[in-house]
């Protein structure tokens, strides 16, 4: 069932333009990206069906591309238009990065952060390299590890800072089984990876630990 096969009343595309986007739902809003639905099920309810399996928008917009595979109702075209539409999303989430400092929007930068790390099986270390205004110049996978643990060489970071000349830099991991919590290695690492930031003088703002969409501050916790 296509969209313009619904009532006039029900059609969300109508809607979006009579009311306003922020008028939608979810569910309405993934429906006009969708477009059609397939047999047996409306778009609609092909777009509740998808958003039930993943949780919520939010977790669908930070989900891996892989994760779109073998969904029922979604095809080729149906993928591609979904892919389209999570890297607009991954792209403006990263150019906000650039365009502003990267704390006047916390929950910015947890989104982002989210993003980086959707539908890795593993541990991976990450830094973004930042400017004297603390906008982000780059963001770099560093180290990737097993599923529980990372090796994360301080030499390297040093050398990637330098080669960005960047004035601050902020780094984050995930624990993809575990909670968004540090272990006493996480804590002896940040304590450690300040100390080499800090002969450097590119001061460590802080570190991240990411798990799903739980994300732990070591700076709002007064610990970096």
Not at 128 to 136: N, R, S
Not at 145 to 162: D, Q, S
Request: aromatic share 6%; charged share 20%; proline share 4%.
């Amino acid at each position: 069932m296509r969209i313009n096969d619904l009532p006039t009343g029900e059609r969300p595309r109508e809607r979006l333009l009579s009311l306003g986007a922020e008028a939608l739902t979810d569910i309405e809003l993934l429906a006009i990206v969708l477009h059609t639905g397939t047999a047996g099920m409306s778009v609609v309810q092909l777009a509740e069906s998808i958003i039930t399996k993943f949780g919520s928008l939010g977790k669908l917009m930070k989900a891996p591309a892989r994760a779109l595979n073998n969904i029922k109702g979604l095809g080729p075209a149906k993928r591609s238009q979904m892919l389209a539409v999570l890297e607009i999303s991954h792209r403006c989430y990263t150019a906000e990065m650039k365009a502003q400092p990267v704390f006047q929007s916390p929950q910015s930068l947890e989104y982002f952060l989210q993003m980086q790390f959707a539908g890795q099986q593993s541990e991976s270390f990450i830094a973004l390299f930042l400017d004297v205004d603390h906008k982000m110049i780059a963001c770099e996978t560093l180290f990737k590890g097993t599923l529980t643990r990372t090796a994360v060489y301080p030499r390297e970071i040093v050398r990637r800072a330098l080669d960005h000349n960047a004035a601050a830099v902020i780094f984050a991991h995930n624990h993809p089984t575990g909670e968004a919590k540090p272990s006493l290695i996480d804590k002896k690492l940040t304590s450690e990876l300040k100390k080499v930031m800090d002969c450097i003088e590119i001061p460590m703002l802080d570190h991240l630990i990411v798990s799903g969409t739980n994300v732990w501050s070591f700076r709002e916790h007064g610990m970096c």
